[in-house]
Nanobody, 124 residues
């Protein structure tokens, strides 16, 4: 069993930056593919970024060039550095985990473990 806990959300003005963290426990992060998703009220949870267990990464087009996903396997922590934030980035951000590889990194159903989410609010 893996526990996933997000932190680092908050309020920021447009153009600002935030760094989200996702702490995991139970097994070493190095054997897990990880991802960030986000969700706004009334909308489906959408894919943001994916970190493969062998350290490759993939991004949604909407955040490419602004967000960076990274991991510290020694600390079992995943990060999402968000720069150039826009009001449309406002959402609850969720961390997700799956042991080894996932079939579809942008599909919520590909992940077995989820955190409770952390709120990000970007004002214009």
């Amino acid at each position: 069993q893996v526990q996933v806990v997000e932190s680092g959300g908050g309020k920021v003005q447009a153009g600002g930056s935030l760094r989200l963290a996702c702490a995991t426990s139970g097994r070493t992060l190095s054997s897990y593919s990880m991802a960030w998703f986000r969700q706004t009220p009334g909308k489906e949870r959408e894919f943001v970024a994916h970190s493969r267990y062998y350290a490759d990464s993939v991004y949604a087009d909407s955040v490419k060039g602004r967000f960076t996903i990274s991991r510290d396997n020694a600390k079992n922590t995943l990060f999402l550095q968000m720069n150039g934030l826009k009001p449309e980035d406002s959402a609850v951000y969720y961390c997700a985990a799956k042991r080894w590889a996932v079939q579809r990194y942008s599909d919520m159903g590909s992940y077995d473990y989820w955190g409770q989410g952390t709120q990000v609010t970007v004002s214009s």
